[in-house]
T-cell receptor
Framework: DTEVTQTPKHLVMGMTNKKSLKCEQHMGHRAMYWYKQKAKKPPELMFVYSYEKLSINESVPSRFSPECPNSSLLNLHLHALQPEDSALYLC????????????FGPGTRLTVT | AQSVTQLDSHVSVSEGTPVLLRCNYSSSYSPSLFWYVQHPNKGLQLLLKYTSAATLVKGINGFEAEFKKSETSFHLTKPSAHMSDAAEYFCVVSRFGVTGGGNKLTFGTGTQLKVEL
């Protein structure tokens, strides 16, 4: 099974709201990722977790806060977002971070009003 | 350093005809190379991967790609296009064998494949 699940599928939030995106994988992968994708563009890396520790933060604004509660789960906490943060947020996982293929979830379509 | 160039932003083919999506890469190291497909409002699906084994790689749904080191290319092909192949395709390079937090995927800008009847 190469499935990565993400919830919710769609999210609409105001600029003062707090919400969370969730991601889950049961492939035993030790690396998990958050990406942001704007329309007609490739995904942009936001965060990398390796063995449940944050290893890369691509200078993402603090209104995005990642969390890895265990090796199967990855959350992205959202607070005080801006309309330009509206995008498709993709979670991915891989066996390790050493050039292995990443498996992507279906994404959460986020709209900030 | 690594980079990837997808030579065509849009490709249009007729159903039943061959598909060729072109990708050139640059890498200072032994690369891993991947092709991903993304249908509208969906996540990315791995089509195939090259990680220093056989240079001709077969993937899902009849796609294949050939790693040519001398040409630094990794073109994606399919003998006969199907309507369901219409999607965005991304060529991706990574650095094989380096663990830890520093290894990232580098994406091409994507090729939109249109399949016409």
């Amino acid at each position: 099974d190469t499935e990565v699940t993400q919830t919710p599928k769609h999210l609409v939030m105001g600029m003062t709201n707090k919400k969370s995106l969730k991601c889950e994988q049961h492939m035993g992968h030790r690396a998990m990722y958050w990406y942001k994708q704007k329309a007609k563009k490739p995904p942009e890396l936001m965060f990398v977790y390796s063995y449940e520790k944050l290893s890369i933060n691509e200078s993402v604004p603090s209104r995005f806060s990642p969390e890895c509660p265990n090796s199967s789960l990855l959350n992205l906490h959202l607070h005080a977002l801006q309309p330009e943060d509206s995008a498709l947020y993709l979670c991915a996982s891989s066996q390790e971070t050493g050039g292995y293929e990443q498996y992507f979830g279906p994404g959460t379509r986020l709209t900030v009003t | 350093a690594q980079s990837v160039t997808q030579l065509d932003s849009h490709v249009s083919v007729s159903e039943g005809t061959p598909v060729l999506l072109r990708c050139n890469y640059s890498s200072s190291y032994s690369p891993s190379l991947f092709w991903y497909v993304q249908h509208p409002n969906k996540g990315l699906q791995l089509l195939l991967k090259y990680t220093s084994a056989a240079t001709l790689v077969k993937g899902i749904n009849g796609f294949e790609a050939e790693f040519k080191k001398s040409e630094t290319s990794f073109h994606l092909t399919k003998p006969s296009a199907h309507m369901s192949d219409a999607a965005e395709y991304f060529c991706v390079v990574s650095r094989f064998g380096v663990t830890g937090g520093g290894n990232k995927l580098t994406f091409g800008t994507g090729t939109q494949l249109k399949v016409e009847l």
